[in-house]
Every structure is written in C-alpha cells, then in structure tokens.
C-alpha cells in the first residue's frame, strides 16, 4: 500500500499543496498553510451511468410560487434581505470584531420570537449567561428566544431533530463550530466545510431559515474558505467605523433578492436603532457652507443617501514628495480625477498635499462621485466655498467631460426633499424636479469657471 501524501490546506482560500510554504501560491496569504489528514483516494474505476436515481425535468415555463418570506421586525434588515426571511434560505454575516452582528442577531431573534415563531439562538463564543447579559442590556430578557452555547454540530442537529424545526436558526459563529466526523480544529477548512454544509442541509430539509455568524480576516473577506459563500443563498457584510455610531448592513449575494440595497443602523447604549433617513445621519452638523465641502446624492439601490465629501489643499514651501490621502474613497480614482483637473483645467496640485475625506466613515463606490470630488477640490484650492444649498453628482472622464449617471431624479428628488435649491450634474441629465433648481455642466472646465469666479 502506497504511503498517503501529506496535504497542507490555506485556512485563507481553501488552495491544497502537497509541501508546506510560508505563502500560498493562491491567494498569497502568508502562513495559512496548515497540514490536514490526507483523504481516502480509490484506485478502481467507478461506472457511474447506472444505479443512480432518475430525474425529473422541470420546464422553464412552468409556473412556480415566490419564495415564501417572513419579515424580522427589523425593517433595515428586511430591506436588505431583499422583503424578508427566506424560509429554508442559508444566510452569512461577516463582519470585524465588535462591530455588532451578534447585537443585530440577537435583536432580530427577540423580535422573530416576539411575534410568534419560534427562534433557537445557538453561541458557540459565548455561554448562555453572557448572552442573556445582553439580552437584558437590549431589553430582550423577556423575548422567548430558546437559546443554548454549544460547539458541537452534531448536539445541535440531535436536539433540534427531537422536536419541531424552529422557524430560524442563529449559530453564531460557523468558525467555532466542529463535527466529530472530520479531522482538524475548529476554524480550519475541513472543518468550517462539513459543519456548513451539515447545517445548510438541515435548513433545507426542514425548511427552517438559518443566519451564520462568519469572522473576517484582516482584509475584511470572510475567514474559511471560499465555497462557504458558494454554499449560502445571501452573503451579507456587516459594515462601520467603530469611532462612528453608523453601521450599515449590505448584501453581497442574494439568490433572493437584489444585492444593491443596504440596512442603515445607528449604534446607541441599548443596542442597533433602525435609521429611517441616512441623509440626516451623514449630514449632521453642518451649520454653514465652508470652502472643500460639497454634498453627494449617493444610490445605495434604489435608496438615495446625501453625504458630505471634504477637501483639503496644503501647499508645500519646500521640495518634500506631496502627499495624498483619502478616507471613504478609491484612491485610485482620485489621482485620476487630480490628472484631470491639471490637464484639462490648468490646476496645479503638483506642490500641494491632498486630503480627501467622506464625512460620517462613509465609504463611496459611486462614479458619480467624480464631480462633487472635484468640486470639493477646486473650492479647497480657491478656498471659496460652494454654493449654499448645493448638490453635486456626474463622472467625469479623461477628456474632462461630465457623463450622464443613473437614477438622477431620485438623486434629485432627494436633494429637495432636504432642502437643498440647487444641483449640479451632466447637461444630458437637466430635468425639471420641484423643489431644486438643476444647472447642467458639460465640461469639466465649467465647474472651475463656476467655482474661482
């Protein structure tokens, strides 16, 4: 019998090598590479043609029911599941350290639980005592949540089949949980696979909808390996600064729903309160327009978010390498935007320190962005403020020019619902919309002769 190779396995993405390495070939993550008991490989050929069970083909055209959904109470985590719970659906929720997705968890189990249904909590990082801690910080000790702290999956799935299939499952987190039928320590990749999947397949057979807990590495991507977010029906991120009281729950795989809208929560002293208005949030404190400041309609799905974007211009006296810095944007895009700026607009930024900074840890993505970023810039390098009551959204390209963007009557709409007068964006998009006066702008140029006269 030939001896069994020895098998290293990235705890980072799940690649297998047949040697140990300080880095992965793969992912190139560092000291990930962890030895594992080699799998049991059969050398006879196997005919797989027959023996098996027939399949029943369905047609596209056959009518088939909507997934049944239930709603959590919650109404920002309803929006971004998509209209609700799924029932039989897998769910992921990953997130830094104390962030808040237990807090989230265990508010949407005692509100499940409240209105009826039957909610089992299982923690394997903490003992019941310190979640009905906090429990009773949320004002939840009350809730009929059944709740119990166990690591083992085969416990669970044990006591779960001795009675009826609750309606959700919480298991807080897939990383601490282990099967008895596989080898390794908890967390490792064999080990965080096989658990998933045992407990995805219960949810599936019983028609229970399940939420995992998943930690995160240090670049912010769910710890394990990748085919746990294969495996789930909705992967979603639990975002925030610590330093800020906003978090923001946003979907990044949704086999239900769309993956574009976002759940805005506030952190307070007795847990997540539901932010109805996100615009108000990010726009707190601002009194008087200041030089370097312009308002951004973002779209987070079809919800539009108004956010401050702030520029500083620091002139150096001495031949120092400038320095550029950027919080809440791609940075990237803004050496980009910057090259525009001089280029086509004849700006010098090239002995000035550049600071760039999204008010409230709000984090853009939009390419709309590119013409409130470059409004903040011309007006912290004039050092005029913009106009009072102003928004601005478009991107810009390489030739300078301001291209048309999506949903510009919702950011529109929601400008004067804040009471913003004036937009500013591309030419193509000049829509009357009651409330705000919009002045379209075609070339980049236009936005500099606006702002330095």
């Known amino acids: 019998m030939a001896k069994p190779k020895k098998r290293y396995v990235c705890q980072a993405c799940g690649a297998v090598s047949h040697r140990w390495q300080g880095q992965c070939a793969d992912c190139s993550e560092w000291n990930t590479l962890v030895e594992e008991a080699p799998t049991t490989v059969f050398s006879m ?39 609700g719970l799924v029932l039989g659906a897998a769910i992921l929720i990953g997130g830094d350290p104390g962030i808040g997705k237990s807090t989230l968890l265990l508010q949407t189990a005692g509100a499940v639980a409240t209105r009826g249904q039957d909610v089992v909590y299982v923690s394997g990082e903490e003992a019941a005592a310190q979640v009905r801690l906090r429990a009773e910080r949320l ?12 690591t083992n999956v085969r416990d669970i799935l044990t006591t779960l089949a001795a009675g009826d299939a609750p ?12 099967s008895d039928t596989i080898e390794g320590a908890p967390g490792t990749v064999s ?28 670049d912010g991507n769910i710890a394990g390996p990748r085919v746990l977010e294969h495996m789930v029906d909705v992967v979603m991120s639990f975002e925030g600064e610590r330093s800020h009281q906003y978090r923001i729950l946003r979907a990044l795989k949704n086999r239900f729903g ?6 805005v929560f506030a952190m307070a002293t007795e847990g997540l309160e539901e932010v109805e208005n996100p615009s108000m949030l990010f726009l707190s404190g601002r009194d008087a327009p200041l030089a370097g400041s312009a308002v951004f309609p973002a779209m987070e799905g079809t919800r539009p978010v108004l956010v401050e974007i702030q520029a500083l211009i620091v002139r150096l006296q001495s031949g120092a390498t400038p320095r550029r810095a950027v919080v809440g944007w791609d940075n990237g895009r803004l050496a980009m935007l910057l090259a525009v700026l001089e280029s086509r607009c004849g700006l010098n930024f090239s002995a000035a320190e550049v600071y760039l900074n999204v008010a409230g840890g709000y984090r853009l993505a939009d390419p709309a962005a590119d013409l409130a970023v470059a409004a903040a810039l011309v007006s912290a390098l004039a050092d005029k403020p913009l106009p009072d009551g102003s928004v601005w959204f478009g991107e810009v390209s390489l030739a300078g020019e301001i291209r048309p963007v999506a949903h510009s009557a919702l950011r529109l709409r929601e400008g004067a619902k804040l009471g913003f007068s004036s937009a500013y964006g591309p030419l193509k998009e000049e829509k009357a919309s009651p409330g705000i006066q919009f002045a379209g702008i075609r070339q980049l140029a236009q936005l500099v002769d606006r702002v330095m006269r």
């Open 167 to 178: 309606d959700l499952l919480i298991v807080d987190s897939i990383q601490t949980m282990y």
């Open 258 to 263: 769309a993956v574009d809208e976002i759940g």
């Open 45 to 83: 050929k196997h005919d797989l043609s027959g023996g098996g069970r027939r399949l029943q083909f369905a047609s596209l055209s056959e009518a088939v029911e909507p997934p049944k959904r239930a709603t959590t109470g919650l109404k920002e985590f309803d929006r971004a599941l998509g209209g």
């Open 191 to 218: 080990q965080v696979r096989g658990c998933a999947f045992e407990l995805i397949r219960y949810a599936k057979e019983s028609g229970t909808a399940l939420v995992l807990v998943g930690h995160v590495t240090k």
């Open 139 to 150: 004002g939840l000790a009350n809730a009929p949540v059944r709740l119990a702290s166990s």
